[in-house]
């Protein structure tokens, strides 16, 4: 009906514009159901009750979180770099948004089905080491600098594997396109192919996220909280988003990759895709109520004496399999 009245690049825009901020209110609901489900589920497993006074069960306690990180004063430190430190936050939460324009939420649920679609979201992803790296520097204090410094030698070390986990899909895909990778999975899903890749892929995104058993620069009897001590108020909100919407990236891209995205019986392809994701980020949480953290040398050591060589194993693997395949046709 636009149509009819506004020219295509107008109503293209429009419909662009409106999918953005769909996407955005949902991005906020979905950080907001994270924080209570991982407050909820910790305490569970640690036998506490969690939070329970804010609404029913508890589940108004992420809006008072939120409330009470906006009302709080911004400090900015008197010998800070001051550009750099409100820069930095911003630097880290805009690529966790940009991802999400690449992932497919159902047959036609997607802002931009680019032909390089796994590549733009690696390529995005890196930008966060970036934003870290500046936080730490800019703060002028000894503790951020040296969980940045940590952060960014662990994000480099795993991001190696992490890329090499995803060659396996990519080769049986022969598309870089998340729907295409998702519309080949219709007969088997690639987890059952990849089941290798797949566990490369799973533990090095936990250690990029900087989540347990891999949260060292947040080590609070060594380094305070990590890059991000000096911030307050709004701007450690940022900081508090972005860590939230790169895990549930990280679990949507894994359900996208191996476990057939949208795929499924009966139900909506979105909600196939969301019962995925929520539970690949429930292993998040199981995985930091379960296990203690790593000792430093042991985590650089995991990633390039473990993880690297099993994903250079899974590539030659997949590749010898297809060559065997297309041979015997």
Same mark, same amino acid.
């Given at each position: 009906?636009?149509?009819?009245?506004?020219?295509?690049?107008?109503?293209?825009?429009?419909?662009?514009?409106?999918?953005?901020a769909?996407?955005?209110?949902?991005?906020?609901?979905?950080?907001?159901?994270?924080?209570? /489900?991982?407050?909820?589920? #910790?305490?569970r497993? &640690?036998?506490?009750?969690?939070?329970? @006074?804010?609404? $029913?069960?508890? %589940? !108004?306690?992420?809006?008072?979180?939120?409330?009470?990180? /906006?009302?709080?004063?911004? #400090?900015?430190?008197? &010998?800070?770099?001051?550009?750099?430190? @409100?820069?930095? $936050?911003?630097? %880290? !939460?805009?690529?966790?948004?940009?991802?999400?324009?690449?992932?497919?939420?159902?047959?036609?649920?997607?802002?931009?089905?680019?032909?390089?679609?796994?590549?733009?979201?690696?390529?995005?992803?890196?930008?966060?080491?970036?934003?870290?790296?500046?936080?730490?520097?800019?703060?002028?204090?000894?503790?951020?600098?040296?969980?940045?410094?940590?952060?960014?030698?662990?994000?480099?070390?795993?991001?190696?594997?992490?890329?090499?986990?995803?060659?396996?899909?990519?080769?049986?895909?022969?598309?870089?396109?998340?729907?295409?990778i998702?519309?080949?999975?219709?007969?088997?899903?690639?987890?059952?192919?990849?089941?290798?890749?797949?566990?490369?892929?799973f533990?090095?995104a936990?250690?990029?996220?900087?989540?347990?058993?891999?949260?060292?620069?947040?080590?609070?009897?060594?380094?305070?909280?990590?890059?991000?001590?000096?911030?307050?108020?709004?701007?450690?909100?940022?900081?508090?988003?972005?860590?939230?919407?790169?895990?549930?990236?990280?679990?949507?891209?894994?359900?996208?990759?191996?476990?057939?995205?949208?795929?499924?019986?009966?139900?909506?392809?979105?909600?196939?895709?969301?019962i995925?994701?929520?539970?690949?980020?429930?292993?998040?949480?199981?995985?930091?109520?379960?296990?203690?953290?790593?000792?430093?040398?042991?985590?650089?050591?995991?990633?390039?004496?473990?993880?690297?060589?099993?994903?250079?194993?899974?590539?030659?693997?997949?590749?010898?399999?297809?060559?065997?395949s297309?041979?015997?046709?």
């Amino acid at each position: 009906m636009l149509l009819l009245f506004l020219p295509a690049w107008l109503v293209d825009l429009l419909l662009t514009v409106l999918a953005i901020a769909v996407l955005i209110v949902f991005l906020v609901i979905v950080v907001m159901s994270q924080v209570y /489900l991982e407050r909820r589920v #910790i305490a569970r497993m &640690q036998d506490r009750l969690g939070p329970n @006074r804010v609404g $029913p069960f508890g %589940v !108004l306690q992420p809006v008072a979180d939120v409330m009470k990180l /906006l009302t709080k004063e911004d #400090i900015i430190p008197s &010998q800070a770099d001051r550009i750099l430190f @409100r820069l930095a $936050p911003i630097i %880290v !939460l805009v690529p966790a948004l940009l991802i999400y324009a690449v992932i497919p939420f159902g047959q036609g649920m997607t802002i931009a089905d680019v032909n390089i679609g796994i590549l733009y979201a690696i390529a995005i992803g890196t930008l966060t080491t970036i934003g870290i790296l500046m936080a730490g520097w800019s703060s002028n204090n000894k503790y951020a600098l040296l969980a940045a410094m940590r952060a960014v030698a662990q994000m480099v070390s795993y991001e190696v594997p992490l890329v090499l986990s995803v060659v396996g899909v990519i080769m049986l895909a022969g598309s870089m396109s998340m729907v295409d990778i998702v519309n080949t999975q219709r007969h088997l899903w690639y987890i059952v192919p990849q089941f290798l890749g797949f566990f490369v892929y799973f533990t090095a995104a936990t250690a990029e996220l900087n989540r347990s058993p891999f949260d060292l620069l947040e080590a609070d009897s060594e380094i305070v909280a990590g890059y991000h001590i000096e911030y307050s108020g709004i701007r450690f909100a940022l900081f508090f988003l972005a860590e939230y919407l790169n895990a549930f990236a990280i679990a949507a891209l894994a359900a996208t990759l191996f476990l057939g995205g949208w795929l499924g019986p009966f139900l909506p392809p979105y909600i196939w895709f969301l019962i995925k994701s929520y539970g690949l980020f429930f292993i998040l949480l199981w995985l930091r109520g379960t296990l203690p953290r790593v000792r430093v040398d042991h985590l650089m050591g995991f990633a390039w004496k473990i993880l690297l060589p099993l994903a250079l194993v899974n590539i030659l693997i997949t590749g010898v399999g297809l060559s065997i395949s297309q041979a015997s046709v």
